[in-house]
């Protein structure tokens, strides 16, 4: 009977033998947000600028699980800025995904007494966003960038009312509390 047993137990012990290896974050995703720590963003209001600079970034690395594992690959990427002295928030932008084909950002302007809130998805192979307010072309100077997603609070709303996503530079402007449209510059 022990030796049945072990029988038994020993094709279970190797049944979950194996790894999962999951990639790191694509970088074909990273033209969504800058990700190097002292990049500064830069956003123009007319003759104003607020300058936002990064004090935080992650990119998930490649990972590995062993397949008993209930596990699931999950590739992430965010950064996160100090406080505009100019603006009295912060950026935070967070990025991950299970596969290629549904992208989720969360986008959050804060200070320490509030917060605004923006999700989105983008479905890569259909190239549709999902859960956006709408999708247009954006004109910062001589540059037009098409197909950005626009979102944006009609209340609700602390520091930023709007913004504009692009799937090649990121946070492209916002409009802030007082419709005041600040546009990327650097």
């Not at 602390?158 to 510059?185: A, Q, R």
Request: with cysteine.
């Amino acid at each position: 009977m022990r030796k049945s047993f072990f029988l038994f137990l020993f094709p279970l012990l190797f049944s979950g033998c194996g790894e999962v290896n999951c990639p790191a974050f694509p970088e074909k995703f990273l033209g969504w947000f800058p990700l190097v720590i002292g990049a500064k963003m830069v956003y123009l209001n007319n003759t104003d600028t607020s300058t936002f600079q990064i004090i935080e970034s992650f990119r998930s690395p490649p990972s590995s699980f062993k397949k008993s594992c209930k596990c699931e690959c999950m590739a992430s990427s965010s950064y996160s800025s100090d406080i505009s002295i100019k603006s009295g928030f912060q950026i935070e932008i967070r990025c991950s995904f299970s596969s290629e084909s549904n992208i989720i950002f969360d986008i959050n302007f804060k200070n320490s007494n509030s917060e605004d809130k923006y999700n989105f998805r983008y479905n890569k192979s259909t190239n549709v966003y999902e859960h956006i307010s709408y999708t247009t072309d954006y004109t910062i100077g001589n540059q037009t960038f098409q197909n950005v997603a626009v979102l944006e609070k009609l209340t609700g709303y602390t520091f930023v009312k709007k913004i504009f996503m692009s799937p090649i530079n990121g946070l492209l402007g916002f409009v802030d509390e007082n419709d005041k449209e600040w546009k990327l510059v650097e």
